[in-house]
């Protein structure tokens, strides 16, 4: 074989290749990024947004990457984290970890309209308690007591035993 035919089957190679170790180069880097972040170390958002760029439907990594921008509390990284979630949320209006997470970038912009809208689909559409009471929570926030009420209500509907509920219900009569 001349060294211009080998040169051609290389390349075709490589390229029926790239799909395939795109996946799993974007995965390995989700992994790396999950090591740092159990270690604090700031460079894991660095690994997740790396996997994103090789796979933009790894939504591990855009998870990974929004929940690593809630917690350093950064501004500037939670913008690019809601910019990231919502760009998924496009893509897959279910994925409800993500919507999850891109609420709580939302509430520490203090943003409360569009996070109660987010932890209230994900309370409604997971029966999650928690999340009801975080859309509770905003809506109060929002000066909408009618709308805090109906949400602590149908929270305390799917688990009545759920103290902050309770509380909250207390507190609102």
Known sequence: MTMGRRLVVVIVALSLAVPILRSALSSALVTRGD??????????????????QLDRNNVTAADRYVFAAFISREPHELDRAIRVASAVLQADPDEAAVRMDRALCLQLLKRYPQAERDFEEVGRKLRDVRALAMAASDARLNGDTTKARQLL?????????????????ERNR
């Open 35 to 52: 090591a740092l972040f159990y270690m604090h170390d700031t460079r894991a958002s660095d690994k997740y947004a790396l996997a994103l």
């Open 153 to 169: 209500r149908a929270a305390a509907q799917l688990d009545p035993r759920y103290a902050p509920v309770r509380i909250a219900l």
